[in-house]
């Protein structure tokens, strides 16, 4: 037996296509319809179509303009690498005299003489060192803390002001940084924080008097404040890319706001945090002015919190213009070449984590 | 018996007092911090308003340093020097900046090369500016045999490069790939759809980003040190020292003189005002752009 | 004036994957040709080929030949010329939002260089009228953003800008698809009047919309033409038993 041919069509199959039937179209779209015979344009123009399909066909197809164009952008794009390449260079070949007169044993001695013309850079590579150690470690708890306390706890209508705040802070010149540190911070640290500490913790040997406020303690807790907004940030940012459903299983099982945050997305940003922490070290590690304003610019390795200090950077701006003879400003170029190679690197791993992190995340999100 | 389901009695009840005790030290922790950090920033900007303000004047903007131990005098010069080497570094930076996040966006999506300019740009944004300068310094003091305003905007433009470029290249990246479609539909060529489609829908999110650029380098000290170096007097001529009001400031915290001290927290207040003003703007013109953009 | 197409052989790959395979067929000048089959079958794909916007896509190509007139799309003409004589209507409507509705439909002229004011305002106004959506802008053209209109009239502004430059043709991948029932209507009605001035192709997922509104349909299925034949007889008595199975829902 035949199976029935199932018409599923409201049109009759015999009628010729015409008219598109409908169910009585609402009055509104008939009178919106514009009152044209089938086919003829409703145009008033003496321009006849064909005019402007000629115009448009005449166009060329511009791919000489696509190939300049393009070639013009590949241009500005090569020129981040130009830079690279052009500031590596040019320190490296500044910096042929003292290598070739120093060697490897720049970076091992102590003594910076500029009258003799010894260099060392140690007490250079020390002070960045211990400066920005210094600085992360009060820097990372606090910007955990309240990147914690804006993800989390802080009630919605004050985030977006507070975390205005903190960007703030990150948008504040170096030099107002160095001057406020200079005439305030340094005061601080000599007349009231000063005491106070080497009262309880000078048997520790880190904060022995005498102590003028111009030292390595209070470098490290300018360049704490000042890498905080990096670190806060971008913990904040990855904090945010963990998976809601993350927070949420683990807050199912009963857990307490911070067992949540702990398990639900520490955990889980882990990598990230890490990332922005080596940032922010980063960071630190080239922070020039506030510094220099208030270390002290004296090199000497010493374990004394409160005696003063110097920087890689802090030496080179401090030195620079007044450097005499070839040698001095070989040096200190090469001091920068080695600044420079030392924050690329610090920098790529980190950004290399941060990215991964939220790479993972997006992927993983639903 | 005793059954009740565990979810009508408090959860409280299961929770032990140690576990409940870390978790509102940590709320506590938490917020004491976050006042911590607010702390810093009100006595900054607390004291520079205190400092700053009495001691700006009309002739801090209107007049030139005067010799130690005359009173009065201002940073009109360091204000206009400021100016332009800002002006040239926009200049030399800005474009190069977003024709490089122009690439990135348009032309190499997914590419290794896109990859590798912008971890690159990434990493350049890293860099402490003092390198800039001495590259700069490198490049132009040393082969002049003399400081100049040029090489001062020579190491803001690098500086500035990436900035601008990675920005760039995240507005172009919120334009709708439908939106490009449309213009290639029509028939309009790559690079006129590039400038009057994606460029256009894009650019408050850019100028945003070239505003940002721009705030960022307009405070930078490091980078002058060897190259514009500063100078006690107008000048306008790019090829000679010119002062710029970071270096400025930066010159007078340190000198012993009072009346510098005073000038230099004036000058910090200027500065950190422009600097404010411009990022505070980018964040009404972002808003508005986003409304606006997307639908 | 419309133009025909003749499609011989066409096969198109999104990376490896083969999209189309060996796609052959004759659509006719200044008629409507529907294009239906289930989600994924390439009916979009083939479509896209036919403006050479499938090779926008990264990885994507295509082989074979299509004559659109005597023209050999993929030899004789580079993609910009070829997307200037053909119009295209996608699925979710995409007005240039930092444009104003005269700038918008006005778009593919003066983003070609074409200046004059006066014969810019009358291409406006005559595809606005075709588009049926004058009455409801003519007197916002240049207050209001393209963006800031409803989805319906959305997809007529992007209508009236595919026609503003003359096309010979009219490519539509499912234009209603994202819109209410009464917006739907308008278009339809649409294309039924522009039908004998342009060669209309229109995918649709609804084959009803199929029915009222094309001389011709294809059918598609996992990327083959599996039948192409006058609407009534794809509806009424298709050759194919998978054509058939397709129209009675048995699946898709």
């Not at chain 1, 940032?279 to 409160?306: S, W």
């Not at chain 2, 474009?95 to 690159?120: H, N, Q, S």
């Not at chain 3, 106004?125 to 409801?136: G, I, M, N, V, Y």
Request: aromatic share 8%.
């Amino acid at each position: 037996m035949n199976e029935p041919k199932i018409i599923p069509l409201p049109t009759a199959p015999e009628e010729p296509l015409s008219a598109p039937h409908r169910i009585a179209p609402p009055p509104m779209i008939k009178t919106m319809l514009p009152q044209t015979e089938m086919g003829s344009p409703a145009a008033v123009a003496p321009v006849t179509p064909s005019a402007i399909r000629m115009f448009l066909q005449a166009k060329s197809s511009g791919r000489m303009a696509d190939g300049a164009f393009a070639a013009l952008m590949v241009v500005c794009a090569l020129s981040i690498f130009a830079i690279v390449v052009l500031i590596v260079s040019v320190l490296v070949s500044h910096s042929q005299l003292s290598i070739k007169t120093f060697g490897w044993h720049f970076f091992s001695t102590r003594t910076w003489d500029p009258v003799s013309g010894d260099f060392g850079a140690l007490p250079f590579i020390y002070g960045t060192v211990l400066s920005s150690l210094l600085a992360v470690c009060m820097a990372v708890p606090l910007a955990l803390a309240t990147s914690i306390f804006l993800l989390d706890i802080c009630p919605k209508f004050l985030r977006a002001p507070i975390s205005f705040l903190t960007e703030l802070l990150a948008a504040i010149p170096s030099v107002v940084y160095g001057l406020w540190g200079v005439f305030v911070l340094v005061p601080i640290i000599r007349d009231q924080a000063g005491p106070v500490l080497e009262k309880y913790l000078g048997w520790t040997g880190l904060f022995v008097e005498p102590n003028f406020g111009v030292n390595m303690f209070t470098a490290s807790v300018i360049l704490a404040i000042m890498i905080f907004p990096v670190i806060s940030s971008i913990s904040r940012d990855v904090m945010r890319a963990v998976p809601v459903h993350q927070r949420e299983a683990v807050l199912a099982l009963g857990a307490t706001r911070w067992e949540m945050l702990r398990i639900g997305v520490l955990r889980n940003a882990r990598m990230g945090i890490i990332g922005s922490v080596i940032l922010g070290l980063g960071r630190a590690l080239g922070e020039t002015i506030a510094v220099t304003m208030v270390i002290g610019n004296h090199p000497a390795i010493l374990k004394n919190l409160f005696a003063p200090g110097y920087t890689l950077a802090s030496v080179i701006a401090n030195e620079f213009t007044e450097a005499t003879g070839d040698l001095y400003l070989s040096a200190l170029i090469e001091i920068g070449l080695a600044l420079f190679l030392v924050t690329i690197i610090v920098n790529a791993i980190a950004r290399l984590l941060v990215w991964a992190v939220v790479r993972d995340n997006a992927g993983s999100a639903h | 018996m005793d059954t009740l389901p565990l979810r009508s009695q408090g959860v409280s009840d299961f929770v032990s007092f140690r576990r409940s005790l870390t978790n509102h030290v940590v709320t506590g922790v938490a917020i004491i911090s976050t006042i911590l950090v607010l702390v810093p920033l009100v006595a900054i900007f607390g004291y520079l308003l205190y400092k700053g303000a009495s001691s700006l004047n009309l002739a801090f903007f209107t007049h030139v340093p005067v010799p130690v131990g005359e009173p009065g005098g201002g940073m009109a010069n360091a204000i206009a020097g400021s100016g332009v080497i800002l002006g040239l570094a926009s200049l030399l930076g800005i474009p190069v900046g977003i024709g490089a996040g122009v690439y990135l966006a348009e032309y190499a999506r997914g590419t290794w090369l896109g990859a590798a300019v912008r971890f690159t740009a990434d990493v350049l944004n890293g860099v402490p500016s003092i390198v800039m300068g001495l590259a700069a310094y490198a490049l132009i003091v040393a082969r002049q045999q003399h400081f100049s305003g040029m090489a001062g905007s020579v190491a803001l433009a690098i500086m500035m490069v990436p900035t601008v470029t990675r920005t760039t290249e995240e507005m172009l990246a919120t334009v709708p790939k439908s939106v490009r479609e449309a213009a290639l539909g029509l028939g309009i060529p790559k690079w006129r759809t590039v400038l009057s489609v994606s460029l256009r829908t894009a650019s408050p999110g850019i100028i945003t980003g070239c505003m940002l650029a721009f705030a960022r380098v307009a405070g930078e000290t490091a980078p002058l040190l060897f190259t514009a170096f500063g100078n006690q007097f107008w000048s306008f001529d790019l090829n000679q020292p010119i002062a710029a009001l970071p270096l400025q400031i930066y010159v007078y915290a340190l000198s012993p003189y009072d009346e510098w001290h005073r000038l230099a927290w004036a000058g910090a207040l200027v500065l950190i005002v422009m600097i404010m003003a411009s990022v505070t703007l980018v964040r009404i013109f972002a808003n508005r752009g986003a409304l606006k953009g997307g639908h | 004036m419309g133009v025909d197409i003749r499609v011989e052989n066409l096969n198109a790959w999104y990376g490896p994957v083969h999209t189309l395979h060996d796609v052959s067929l004759q659509i006719p000048a200044n008629h409507a040709t529907a294009l239906i089959g289930p989600s994924g079958c390439g009916k979009s794909t083939f479509v896209r080929c036919l403006n050479r916007m499938h090779e926008t896509s990264p990885g994507a190509r295509a082989d074979g030949t299509v004559l659109m007139g005597d023209i050999d799309i993929y030899k004789d003409a580079t993609p910009v010329e070829i997307r200037r004589r053909v119009g295209m209507v996608f699925q979710r409507p995409n007005p240039f939002p930092t444009m104003s509705i005269y700038d918008n439909v006005a778009s593919g002229l003066k983003l070609n260089g074409f200046r004059k004011k006066r014969v810019l305002d009358e291409v406006v106004e005559r595809s606005l009228k075709q588009a049926a959506l004058w009455d409801e802008v003519k007197d916002d053209l240049k207050k209001k953003s393209g963006a800031s209109i409803s989805g319906g009239q959305q997809q007529r502004l992007c209508i009236a800008r595919a026609l503003a430059v003359d096309p010979e043709v009219l490519l539509m991948d499912e234009p209603a698809s994202a819109l209410d029932p009464v917006s739907t209507a308008k278009i339809e009605d649409l294309i039924f009047k522009l039908k004998t001035q342009y060669t209309i192709v229109i995918v649709t997922h609804n084959m009803q919309q199929a029915a009222r509104v094309a001389e011709n349909t294809g059918f598609f299925l996992m990327g083959k033409l599996v039948e192409f034949a006058p609407t009534t007889k794809i509806f009424t008595n298709p050759s194919d038993k998978r054509t058939e199975d397709y129209i009675t829902g048995r699946f898709g």
